[in-house]
């Protein structure tokens, strides 16, 4: 919500969490005058330290145009007055939390004025930050006024510092109360005066540079209220904050039923797509749909309504002096229960981290939720303790009384789980930690004032109803199982934490997991329901007589056999599905192929860095006197080594992730910009040039470890900021060919082999040439029936459409698919798809051991031909035998092709290796997937559960069984990827 000069009344929903309302206005339209205060000192009272006290006196002109007290009407000395002028009232609170007078209104007076209650006192408060630029309609402030929903019943002769359930129940309107009369109370309390006091002494000691404070430097005792009330009238003078009534939701009669919300997630390994899909009451409409909108908590004039990097980092989420609010009598206001922030706010915190005691955070979670094991050093805060003072402090808080030390949520261990003690939270469980604040954010959103005021039925209340999460069309079927866990296990955690696990009934249910949907597949029915809806007026008939054909095997009318590859940050997929229709008007899908190779973006983005940007690096420091340059990279950037400390590669995966990185991206973007068969140099930059258009400068800790060491090898007077590099067609597209082109090859002979109609391609990677390039010279259909999702257009109903209604990132279309498979069953105008029949499948035929290039050799397949989603009967058993000396990678491939790419999905490792000199190797370890019940819910996902069966050494004596472990690990590097590491190699 934006406002210029009216206030208005807005609705709140009770027990929402923490809301938000953005108001923009413009300082320069407000008139420039000052407030004049005078400090009258009782000068009869005399405290310990021979100090009297002083009254705050607010003049006004009388009748002969003296300054005097409107009160006492004493007109004081002028030398004894001082002026607040507008910009020294807005000084203090400047990017600052500050509390705000917002009282119930009680009644109106004789006189017709309003009357106010004595509270609440600590539910509301303001933060104004100046805008970089002006907006369109020339406002320079944002104003960000921030309301704890939360209810408190209230207790005599205690302070009435939030609202109580009884005025929810009466829909009580509250006011802002600038009239010095009235809020006097309010500015007397100890607590509203120590915030003012301490953010008054913060601003003095800015001012002084970090120089001690004098005496002098706070000439007038009661200054800071002084600047308060200059605020306050500021913000009046504005009249831009809105009066409030507050949704009953505490009555048993509310006559409303809370309208439902789902919330569709693809959380990928680098960036995240958020939609939010409401409910209609009439006829279901894709126009009630809005984009997951993140806010900052730390920048909280900041929101961002597009896809975000799936990037997860430990920090609170502070309003302002925690220590000092909790003096008011209310010990938890205003707290934001998620320990972690994701997305532009967790990258910035990432690149100002000091990284001198350990991790902070992880680039993706969904990447380690193999990896369940503790984390030994344990996690710590971005950031700065309460103190101020104390940098980086080990993870706590209340949340902790909710989750185990390996970050297992604990109801959803019935029982079994002790809290936690120490934040050694299992990479894993970092993707509970994501989501959960993923849905602290929607239910914020959901019931925002601004989101329900552009909506119909603008007072009732909204909740969460389905959460639904895009896979990876090959993720292993274990990892799907722990995905589940994870997801279900963060909307616990959540509920516990907002505190409606213990509500009861006037809390809302905890929404439903949906895992059934592919990311590839999603990406089909957005194009699907585009050309069905947008281009044939709905005639889906029409569409697959049109482009699709008889295929004998299934049935006598036209399918429309649809290919998509999805080439994101972390994976390559593809989907084939064949789509027909029934009764003219329903589309059935059925699934032919899936498949999934971990080679994607974010491999393209290393090359580019190995194969171009260091390269030059070298360049640089050979011209610079290090003899060797290539040795020295390989030494700092290639890996730990022993001696290493933990600051040194915390600044060598910064030094990679916030120099090496930008410079890697921006050859990337320069060559995503290239029109035409354009060829020559498409990048020549400086890296400072680079660096100083990130919105987050590099930290010069990191800088220095590089240059330094430089210098020490030989480099005289090196600077990573001259270093110039460049880059051309060719060189790009090699890099890429290189990374894609086998990957996209061997996908390509599978949309040939099935014969497919259509071909889409999707994910941002997507749109570079080189890409499109690889797959029309497979031709694996005609190339017009190739089509790219980037710039494809889609119509007015895409939530992310750019101004021309075209898919402007193409990162969006499989949240935006999954958002129509949620209402496409029945609830969508001219487009009815059974998408029921849509489910995950496993892809593993071939299972063995895996090679160090990553490919299953034949004489290593252990397991041919398996089909694990056959229904087992009694006494059936999957199991293979196999002889281990040493620990090794077992995979699995889809194809008897023993060049197909395989996928990691169990490490093989010895319990104990102090043990192996007394054993007598090879050894021969039976394996055998894990007794599973078809029946039974939640078995779907075992079918690639396996476990140690026995063991015997090669003299035929039988083992312990826990002897051997074997463990889930869908990455070939234990230590993570490269992205979290700061490993990178040389080419």
């Not at 910009?87 to 509390?99: C, G, H, I, R, S």
């Not at 006011?175 to 915030?195: D, I, R, T, Y």
């Not at 996928?903 to 090879?922: Q, W």
């Amino acid at each position: 919500m934006s406002s210029t000069t009216t206030a208005g009344l807005i609705s709140l929903v009770p027990s929402s969490g923490i809301q938000f309302l953005d108001i923009d206005f413009d300082i320069d339209r407000l008139p420039r005058g000052s407030r004049t205060f005078w400090e009258e000192q009782l000068r009869e009272q005399v405290d310990h330290e021979g100090k009297s006290p002083a009254i705050l006196r607010v003049l006004e002109q009388d009748e002969d145009g003296n300054l005097a007290d409107p009160v006492t009407r004493q007109v004081p000395p002028p030398e004894e007055t001082y002026a607040i002028s507008r910009a020294q009232a807005l000084e203090p609170f400047l990017n600052k939390w500050v509390p705000l007078p917002y009282f119930r209104v009680h009644a109106r007076g004789a006189d017709g004025k309003e009357v106010y209650d004595r509270g609440p006192s600590n539910w509301a408060r303001a933060y104004i930050a100046e805008k970089p630029v002006r907006d369109p309609d020339g406002r320079s402030h944002r104003l960000v006024l921030a309301i704890d929903t939360a209810l408190m019943p209230r207790t005599p002769e205690r302070p009435y510092v939030a609202p109580a359930p009884e005025d929810s129940a009466r829909q009580q309107e509250f006011a802002p109360v600038f009239s010095h009369a009235e809020n006097a109370w309010f500015l007397n309390e100890a607590w509203v005066g120590q915030w003012l006091e301490e953010g008054f002494r913060e601003l003095r000691q800015a001012q002084r540079g970090g120089r001690p404070l004098r005496p002098e430097d706070f000439p007038h005792a009661c200054e800071h209220w002084a600047r308060y009330l200059g605020f306050l009238g500021l913000l009046e003078g504005i009249g831009i904050l809105p009066r409030v009534r507050l949704v009953d939701v505490v009555s048993d009669n509310r006559g409303y039923a809370p309208i439902n919300v789902d919330l569709v997630l693809d959380i990928g390994n680098s960036r995240t797509c958020g939609v939010l899909v409401e409910e209609s009451q009439d006829a279901p409409s894709l126009n009630n749909s809005q984009v997951l909108a993140l806010r900052d908590l730390s920048r909280p004039e900041q929101t961002y309504a597009r896809p975000f990097e799936s990037r997860v980092e430990f920090a609170v989420g502070s309003f302002g002096r925690d220590a000092i609010s909790r003096r008011s009598g209310r010990a938890n206001a205003f707290r934001w229960p998620s320990p972690v922030r994701v997305g532009p706010e967790a990258m910035r915190l990432a690149a100002a981290t000091q990284g001198n005691e350990g991790a902070t955070g992880i680039s993706s979670p969904k990447r380690y939720l193999w990896d369940r094991r503790p984390n030994v050093q344990g996690w710590r805060f971005n950031g700065r303790a309460s103190d101020g003072v104390t940098t980086e402090p080990p993870v706590s808080g209340p949340f902790m009384a909710h989750v185990t030390e390996t970050g297992e949520a604990l109801r959803m261990l019935r029982g079994r789980g002790q809290p936690a003690v120490r934040a050694r939270f299992s990479r894993s469980s970092m993707f509970t930690f994501l989501l959960t604040e993923l849905l602290m954010q929607a239910v914020s959103q959901i019931n925002a004032p601004a989101t329900r005021a552009a909506r119909r039925f603008a007072d009732v209340p909204r909740r969460l109803r389905r959460v639904i999460l895009t896979l990876p069309p090959a993720m292993p079927l274990a990892e799907q199982k722990i995905l589940r866990e994870r997801a279900e296990g963060a909307i616990k955690l959540a509920w516990d934490l907002l505190g409606w696990t213990e509500a009861g009934p006037t809390a809302p249910p905890e929404p439903r997991v949906l895992l059934n949907l592919d990311e590839a597949t999603a990406t089909q029915v957005v194009w699907l329901y585009t050309e069905i809806t947008q281009r044939l007026q709905g005639d889906a008939q029409g569409m697959f007589e049109l482009a699709g054909r008889v295929r004998p095997e299934r049935g006598p009318n036209p399918c429309l056999r649809v290919a998509s590859i999805d080439i994101g940050g972390g994976t390559t997929d593809l989907m084939v599905v064949t789509w027909s229709v029934e009764n003219r008007d329903t589309i059935v899908p059925r699934q032919e192929f899936r498949e999934g190779f971990k080679i994607a973006g974010d491999e393209v983005l290393e090359g580019l860095i190995t194969h171009l940007v260091l390269p030059q690096v070298a360049d640089a420091l050979r011209a610079a006197g290090m003899s060797d340059p290539n040795a020295f990279l390989r030494q700092t950037l290639g890996g730990d080594r022993g001696g290493q400390s933990e600051v040194e590669r915390h600044l060598r995966r910064q030094f990679v992730g916030q120099v090496l990185e930008p410079v890697g991206l921006g050859v990337l973007h320069a060559y995503e910009r290239i029109e035409g068969r354009q060829m020559g140099e498409v990048f020549r930059s400086t890296i400072r040039a680079v660096l100083d258009a990130e919105p987050q400068p590099a930290n010069p800790r990191a800088v220095a470890f590089f240059e330094t060491a430089a210098r020490q090898a030989g480099a005289h007077g090196f600077s990573i900021a001259d270093v110039e590099v460049s880059a051309d067609v060719r060189r790009v597209e090699a890099v890429i060919q290189a990374t894609l082109g086998p990957v996209l090859a061997d996908l390509c002979e599978v949309v040939w082999h099935y014969d497919c109609d259509v071909l889409l391609l999707s994910g941002r990677p997507s749109r570079l040439r080189a890409v499109t390039d690889i797959v029309l010279a497979k031709s694996p259909v005609p190339p017009h029936r190739m089509i790219g999702m980037h710039r494809y257009a889609v119509g007015g109903w895409y939530p992310f459409r750019d101004a021309n209604a075209r898919i402007e990132d193409p990162k969006t279309s499989a949240a935006v698919g999954a958002m129509l498979c949620a209402l496409a069953e029945g609830r969508l105008e001219s487009f009815l798809m059974r998408t029921s029949q849509l489910a995950m499948k496993s892809t593993a035929r071939f299972i063995g051991r895996m090679e160090i290039s990553g490919q299953i050799r034949e004489q290593g397949v252990l397991l041919s031909e398996v089909d694990l989603e056959k229904r087992p009967n009694p006494g059936d058993g999957v199991e293979f035998t196999m002889t281990f000396a040493a620990p090794t990678f077992l995979g699995f491939r889809q194809l008897p092709i023993e060049r197909w790419p395989a996928t990691p999905l169990y490490a093989l490792e010895f319990a104990n290796p102090e043990s192996v000199p007394r054993m007598a190797l090879p050894l021969r370890v039976k394996i055998r997937r894990a007794d599973m019940d078809p029946d039974a819910p939640g078995q779907e996902e075992k079918r690639e559960d396996f476990r140690v069966e026995e063991i015997e050494d090669s003299e035929g004596t039988a083992l312990r069984r826990t002897d051997v472990e074997i463990r889930l690990q869908t990455m070939k590097s234990e230590a993570g990827y490269w992205r979290d590491t700061g490993v990178v190699g040389l080419a």
